[in-house]
């Protein structure tokens, strides 16, 4: 799977020295991570269970901060972003999928992808029609108006995507997005996400331990006791 | 569901591009349930979905425990309105007793404990009042509280038949008194005494003829019995005795001058001309009005802190909910806006509930023979007022701090919150 008539050369991500600690420094997630990704990229971050993987992936979306080092998304340098510039970075640049779907139970599918596009400056009904256009795009035009509860994990999983597409993100991170699914559905769903990047040009970067699947991806970068290996 | 897709002021936002967050409206009975708004969508496969939308669907998703919290509220905001309309109820029944029969100013007796309890000097109050300069015409009257009829507190007004205020009266049936031994009676007495024209009542032992029945806009002096002031001040063993004086001001004259002026001429008197002076005579109407200040404040207390724990409770379990809403770009304030809002829907539809049942249970006070000769309830936008004051008061004062957890919330933490 080639991205290269995607990647344009920009710098979609470029973390430098990237260090994070929990547990008041008792625990190294990331231990001076390095990390470049061209704008249009398709990334596979790959590593055991406890490698960083998803703290980098968190620092990336913003929804963590780095205890030292440097972060760029899209030149964007995090360190120098208030709370609000971060939060409409989330919700207009950064698309996220989680490794569990988190859809809110009580909205139907379209209702959980309108959720995204609230902070933006669309109107209720622009955001209901851009809703039906990704679900389609996902496939799930016939489980518009179904409540999680009753959608398969696959059929969660799409609604995530599309969620995370809602607003047209130059970014799209997801992190595990087949860890709860079959390897038959897994590998759909992420044959579905290489080709919407290709689509779309967006950069994708999937965090996964599953090595077959990662080889799909552009390229693979492999982190190892919170660094590139 | 085509019924749900309501035309709306909405679709004229949109028209006029205005369609933003900030704009849009949403409202809808059935249409909770499905988070439905006054949203345009014709030719949709998909219900679009709003801010408010959202916020009543949350609502709705807890619908026992929102209930629950609704009715808690309600008896907060039922007990406020009740009392509201109760105590609007006896300052306007005391101003009307002022003004009763085109009297301008009320005078009794300078430091007592109630305006009951007053005791002036017929003659020689009388004398001095006329002697004011303004006074154009004064009445006089012996108030006093006692058995009638079986029932136990039983307003009864000593009159002079030839004064100004009780040719004011109106008639409903019968005449008005002349003898020592002629009773009337208020619209409100003679239901509760049972009694019509031509009747007789024993009060003390002696009997009286029910000459006539009149009819008031003060609630006090319809369940009122008035007999001939003379006749009342032997029964009570107070000869020359008066409780007060009702004065009438000469044209062009201001009541509250000739107060001024009668205060003056007379130390030993106090000259009331609103209700709200009336605490110169009598703190009862203040008092009372103080406790409606509290029972106010209290059921704002109580509901906020019912909203409080509400709320808490909402946020603690979708913590996971709003971690990812917060992930996917919600802001702080968003986050805020739609607990605080959630808050808000609990206390406005309390008040909603409440305020019918306020004004009921108010209502019913009239319906009891015992009170409704005191208390007639006055239903105007003041309790209404008030109902709506405290429910938004009480929903921010319950819906903030959970509201500030919430936007506290740490999107990482509360994804690996289970």
């Keep these: ?229 | 569901m085509a019924c749900a897709r309501l035309w709306s002021a909405q679709r004229a936002l949109y028209r006029l591009g205005l369609g933003a967050e900030g704009v849009e409206l949403s409202v809808g009975v059935w249409g909770i349930r499905r988070g439905w708004g006054l949203s345009y969508t014709a030719g949709m496969e998909t219900r679009p979905l709003t801010f408010f939308g959202m916020t009543l669907r949350n609502l709705y998703r807890q619908r026992l425990r929102t209930s629950l919290t609704i009715l808690g509220v309600s008896v907060g905001v039922v007990a406020m309105v009740a009392f509201t309309a109760v105590v609007r109820g006896m300052w306007a029944a005391t101003q009307g007793s002022i003004t009763a029969g085109g009297t301008d100013l009320l005078v009794f007796q300078k430091g007592v404990a109630g305006d009951i309890f007053s005791s002036l000097d017929e003659k020689k109050t009388e004398a001095s009042l006329r002697a004011v300069p303004g006074v154009a015409d004064v009445g006089a009257a012996l108030t006093h509280v006692m058995p009638v009829g079986g029932k136990p507190f039983f307003i009864t007004f000593g009159v002079r038949p030839d004064d100004y205020s009780s040719k004011s009266t109106t008639l409903i049936a019968g005449r008005t008194i002349k003898a020592d031994d002629e009773v009337a009676l208020g619209k409100l007495a003679a239901s509760a005494l049972d009694k019509k024209v031509g009747d007789t009542l024993s009060i003390w032992g002696r009997e009286y003829k029910v000459v006539g029945i009149f009819e008031t806009e003060v609630v006090f002096y319809n369940g009122a019995l008035v007999m001939n002031l003379t006749a009342l001040q032997k029964l009570t063993k107070r000869p020359g005795l008066v409780t007060t004086f009702q004065v009438k001001v000469a044209p062009g004259e201001k009541p509250v001058e000739v107060s001024w002026r009668i205060e003056k001429a007379n130390p030993d008197v106090v000259a009331i001309a609103s209700a709200s002076q009336y605490n110169k005579v009598d703190n009862g109407l203040d008092m009372i009005a103080k406790l409606q200040v509290a029972v106010s404040v209290l059921s704002t207390i109580v509901g906020g802190l019912i909203v409080l724990n509400t709320m808490w409770m909402s946020v603690h379990e979708r913590t996971k909910e709003i971690g990812v809403l917060r992930a996917v770009g919600w802001s702080r304030r968003r986050v805020i806006g739609m607990i605080l809002l959630e808050s808000l829907g609990v206390g406005v539809m309390a008040c909603v509930i409440g305020t019918p049942l306020g004004f009921g249970l108010a209502n019913a006070t009239t319906l009891w023979s015992t009170t409704n000769r005191f208390i007639q309830p006055v239903f105007d936008a003041a309790p209404v007022l008030v109902s709506m004051v405290v429910g938004v008061a009480l929903s921010i004062l319950g819906g903030f701090a959970p509201a500030w957890r919430a936007s506290r919330i740490s999107p990482v933490e509360a994804l690996r919150y289970e």
């Excluded at chain 1, 999928?97 to 902070?119: D, G, I, K, R, S």
């Design chain 1, 1 to 229: 799977m080639s991205d290269a008539k995607n990647a344009n050369g920009a710098q979609a991500i470029r973390a430098a020295g990237l260090v994070k600690r929990y547990q008041n420094g008792q625990i190294t997630a990331l231990d001076g991570l390095d990390l470049e990704v061209r704008a249009g990229e398709f990334v596979a971050v790959c590593g055991p269970s406890g490698c960083g993987k998803s703290t980098l992936l968190n620092l990336i979306a913003g929804i963590d901060r780095p205890d030292a080092g440097e972060l760029a998304v899209f030149g964007k340098r995090a360190a120098t972003l208030t709370e609000v510039e971060t939060d409409a970075l989330r919700s207009g640049v950064i698309g996220l999928v989680f490794q569990l779907h988190n859809l809110l139970p009580q909205l139907t599918a379209a209702e959980n992808v309108q959720v995204a596009m609230m902070p933006g400056e669309r109107t209720a009904a622009q955001r209901a029609a851009r809703a039906e256009e990704l679900l389609t795009r996902v496939g799930l035009a016939h489980r518009m108006n179904a409540l999680p509860p009753t959608l398969s994990g696959g059929e969660r999983q799409r609604v995530a995507v599309a969620r995370a597409l809602a607003n047209s993100p130059k970014l799209l991170l997801a992190d595990e997005p087949t860890g709860a699914l079959d390897s038959k559905t897994g590998g759909q769903l992420f044959e579905l996400l290489g080709e919407i990047q290709r689509e779309l040009g967006m950069t994708l970067l999937v965090v996964t331990h599953d090595e077959h699947i990662a080889a799909r991806a552009g390229r693979v970068v492999r982190i190892l006791d919170g660094k590139v290996c």
